[in-house]
């Protein structure tokens, strides 16, 4: 009985909440004509797409930074990188790596600035990193549209020049991940076994950055900044390479995405995207300030398993679609919980 | 050798009016717009959205920041006012309704933004921004499920057809611009709606009178030390609470001056913008984080709307897409606030820094600079 | 429903009067505009009855609480917006000048005012006019919000 207690407190009512309402969602399923197998299919392939942007908030959690609400910044470096491909008429694996290989510079560089901007405002992390967010958003914007992307199938018809709110992936690389090593049983059973296993391949990466002596400084730095520092470490140089390299997972996070879904989106489409991001994270168990790989990847199955099953199974229910309020409600909710929780700092 | 480090300080302190001084400056010869037109919009949007800036100045007073959760203060007034349209309560009673209806809703969200903050401090900014964005769902569920099924509405026209929710759009044609029409002037062709101007006016003697309050040294002293305070006996906990009720409660009554002017309200989208606006044209009328002031309300509002005035146009002569300009202002208005949370973190920072190279002496010089400066105000 | 302004430095007993004022104050005001705030949709009505115990006027000029004239052809109707409950029709037909005040129910939203009826001293020569709802064409759903999508920011 303490035991479980002690459980309750440690993994937080809210979560165990979620996590029953959503096995609630799978057993009432079948009894309101919902197809279980679906289902599944669709939370594995939502899980593949938002698991890398969920993942690119851990390096910042961990360094003390909190929870990057700017995550923006990233996905405008993968923008860049997939527009970038494109305008060079890269298309499949070639145009995928390509992608990648371009936006990892410019992630490099504006994670390095927006680290030098963090490191000077200590304390006040969120608001800022939610503003500078939307400010890249805005910016670049404008940029789409004045920027010399000549490609017929990204600009728009008429004006022959500015990029077109949503560009398709079709003959580039959409799908690219998910049909690697598929699985497909049926119509209606489908497991993007390509993007799940690159999924992965990151986690891992980012697991093993934190067993190394820089990602261990990295956590010392988070937890300890005074202690970290008394042990020789540059407290400034740590969060610096968390924000490059939460930046950087943001820009591959936000292209996996991009070849799951089909489309990239431009202009006001990444405007909230950090927000989803950190709910999950926080569903899955991690705070302000510590984060880890099973957080990651258990909150992003938690939550997308929710936002993908409540539509279908409470409309059928209802008649009508809360989904909407309960997405809203649930997803602020979360991070509401989360920073209201009395942390301890230094654990 | 003072001289110049005082330019450099007034720069430094100024640098976000500054630019768009500049901006603005620089943009309204190339709209094209008549000085006429933007005269008379200017003083439109005064009436119409300085109240709602207004609600942001006592709790900056109260060390809160800037209080992203005045968006629920909005939203009590847009259930006031779907309440008068529903009764159609017409004219400036049809808003004095509205106001005594969405009051015990904003005194409830005050004080549970007040608790929630009160859970939340060191982060109050990031928090309340957030706390708007759930609220937005639990409104949205009252609004577009409970009304018409469990709150009873009477008029059809206002619900949607599948019986409860209401519409996407309310049209306010029964209080349209009844404040605003109940004491026009004209002078040299300007519309002044003097009824609007003199409230706000009220306003700005209600924020001078309450600093003197018992209750306003309070808030200012927390807003200083939140634990010297405490020492001293003030309920710093529940201050905060006022505080913040006070603020929802302006922002309520800001909102149904906002949406009587603009004359129908989109139901779901009108108020989440509405902290953004306010937080912006303050933070560009040259407030900080520490401190807010009238003048850097009345300021805020005229600069931060010349340039949503004549940017599109700016855009449209210049690059032939207003859209380009529409993006401008965006970047801009988002840039600004970023600016100035930016400067004023790193000032703060830098303060903490030199304390702890022990720099500097005495308690007085442990609060960042800004955070002095409010005693000053009342000069102003 | 109350409102708990901070009344400092007062003795519980003068903090409850203040209270209990404040929420009268409260309740009166929001009585009197409900009541003296509320919009009625008059329809000013000249027709000739069905079974022809009074007859409309060929034309005549109304006007609403001295509100400017309206011209009323026969069997025509208008309408006019009023606000509170105690109204004075007078209109002019053939010559004659007629006038009638008359006070409406509270609740009702729509009042048919027979003006025919007025001349020929039916009482009461109003009733509360509710018109049967009117089937809605195939709903037409409005699109419902979303996060997903922000609204463009505007002022």
Excluded at chain 2, 129 to 154: A, H, K, N, T
Aim: proline content about 4%; hydrophobic content about 50%.
């Amino acid at each position: 009985m303490q035991k479980l207690k002690e459980f309750v407190t440690d993994f937080g009512l809210p979560r165990i909440i979620i996590f029953f309402f959503l096995i609630g969602l799978f057993v009432a399923a079948p009894f309101v004509g919902v197809r279980i197998d679906t289902s599944i299919s669709d939370v594995l392939n939502r899980f593949g797409q938002n698991a890398i942007l969920v993942l690119a908030l851990v390096p910042m959690v961990q360094s003390g930074c909190g929870l990057n609400f700017g995550l923006p910044v990233g996905i405008i470096a993968g923008l860049l990188g997939g527009t970038l491909a494109m305008q060079l008429g890269l298309s499949g694996w070639l145009g995928f790596a390509g992608a990648l290989a371009i936006s990892m510079p410019f992630a490099i560089l504006m994670g390095w600035l927006y680290g030098q901007l963090l490191n000077r405002v200590k304390g006040d992390e969120m608001t800022i990193a939610m503003y500078v967010g939307f400010s890249m958003v805005t910016f670049f914007s404008i940029l789409w549209l004045l920027l010399p992307y000549s490609n017929p199938t990204m600009v728009w018809g008429y004006a022959g020049q500015g990029l077109r709110t949503t560009i398709t992936l079709d003959n580039y690389w959409g799908q690219i991940l998910n049909n690697f090593l598929s699985v497909r049983i049926g119509e209606s059973f489908f497991i993007p076994t390509g993007m799940i296993l690159f999924v992965l391949l990151c986690a891992l990466i980012v697991y093993l950055f934190f067993r190394s002596k820089t990602g261990t400084a990295m956590t010392a730095v988070g937890s300890n900044p005074d202690f970290a520092r008394a042990g020789g470490v540059s407290v400034d140089k740590m969060r610096t390479i968390s924000v490059i390299v939460s930046t950087m997972l943001g820009a591959i996070g936000i292209l996996v995405y991009q070849q799951s879904y089909g489309f990239i989106q431009l202009y006001q489409g990444p405007l909230y995207m950090a927000f989803p991001a950190v709910a999950a994270l926080l569903i899955g168990g991690a705070s302000v300030n510590k984060a880890s790989m099973v957080n990651v990847l258990v909150g992003t199955l938690l939550f997308q398993g929710i936002l993908t099953m409540t539509p279908s199974v409470i409309n059928s229910v209802l008649k009508t679609d809360m989904s909407e309020v309960l997405r809203i409600v649930l997803s602020n909710g979360m991070i509401l919980y989360a920073l209201t929780r009395k942390t301890k700092v230094s654990k | 050798m003072i001289k110049k480090t005082s330019i450099r300080r007034f720069f430094a302190d100024n640098v976000v009016v500054i630019i768009f001084l500049v901006l603005t400056a620089a943009a309204t010869p190339v709209s094209g717009l008549s000085a006429g037109y933007i005269v008379q919009e200017i003083l439109t949007r005064i009436g119409r959205n300085s109240f709602l800036v207004f609600s942001l100045i006592l709790p900056v007073m109260a060390g809160m920041g800037l209080n992203f959760g005045m968006v629920l203060g909005a939203m009590a007034g847009e259930i006031g006012l779907i309440f008068a349209v529903d009764w159609n309560i017409i004219g400036v009673p049809g808003l004095i309704f509205a106001n005594l209806v969405g009051l015990p809703i904003a005194i409830f969200l005050g004080w549970l933004c007040g608790e929630v903050l009160n859970r939340a401090r060191g982060r109050e900014m990031v928090t309340g921004f957030i706390l708007g964005f759930f609220m937005d769902g639990i409104y949205q569920f009252v609004v577009l499920y409970l009304m018409g099924s469990v709150i009873p509405m009477r008029s059809a026209a206002i619900t949607l057809s599948r019986g409860y929710g209401i519409r996407n759009t309310l049209n306010l044609d029964s209080v349209r611009q009844s404040l605003d029409d109940l004491l026009m002037v004209k002078l040299f062709g300007i519309n002044l709606p003097i009824a609007t101007y003199l409230i706000i006016i009220l306003l700005c003697v209600f924020i001078i009178w309450f600093r003197k309050t018992k209750l306003g040294q309070d808030m200012r002293a927390i807003g200083q030390d939140q634990i010297v305070s405490n020492a001293s006996g003030i309920p710093v906990a529940r201050t905060r609470v006022i505080a913040i009720i006070i603020s929802t409660i302006l922002a309520m009554v800001g909102q149904i001056i906002f949406l009587q002017n603009m004359g129908n309200m989109a139901t779901y989208n009108a108020h989440r913008q509405t902290g953004f606006f306010a937080v912006a044209a303050i933070l560009v009328g040259g407030a900080s984080v520490t401190k807010a002031t009238i003048p850097n309300v009345f300021i805020g509002v005229v600069l931060l709307h010349l340039m949503y005035i004549v940017m599109p146009r700016a855009g449209a002569q210049l690059f032939g897409s207003a859209q380009i300009g529409e993006y401008f202002r965006d970047a801009f208005s988002y840039g600004a606030i970023a600016l100035a949370l930016v400067l004023h973190a790193w000032r703060k920072m830098r303060g903490v820094e030199i304390d702890r190279a022990g720099l500097r002496q005495g308690v007085a010089s442990a609060a960042p600079l800004e955070a002095i400066e409010p005693i000053k105000e009342d000069t102003l | 429903m109350s409102a708990p302004l901070p009344a400092l430095r007062s003795t519980p007993k003068r903090r409850l009067i203040v209270r209990g004022l404040l929420v009268a104050a409260y309740l009166t005001l929001a009585l009197i505009v409900f009541i003296f705030g509320r919009g009625h949709t008059l329809l000013l009505d000249n027709k000739t009855a069905a079974d022809g115990s009074y007859t409309g006027f060929r034309t005549l000029s109304v006007s609403v609480n001295g509100g400017a004239p309206l011209q009323l052809a026969l069997r025509e109707r208008d309408k006019a917006l009023v606000v509170g409950q105690r109204h004075t029709v007078r209109f002019e037909a053939n010559g004659q000048v007629y006038e009638a005040s008359f006070k409406l129910p509270f609740g009702e939203d729509i009042i048919l005012v027979s003006l025919p009826k007025l001349a020929a001293g039916v009482e009461p020569f109003w009733e509360p006019f509710r018109s049967e709802p009117i089937p809605r064409a195939a709903p037409v759903e409005e699109e419902l919000p979303s996060l997903d999508n922000p609204p463009p920011i505007g002022g």
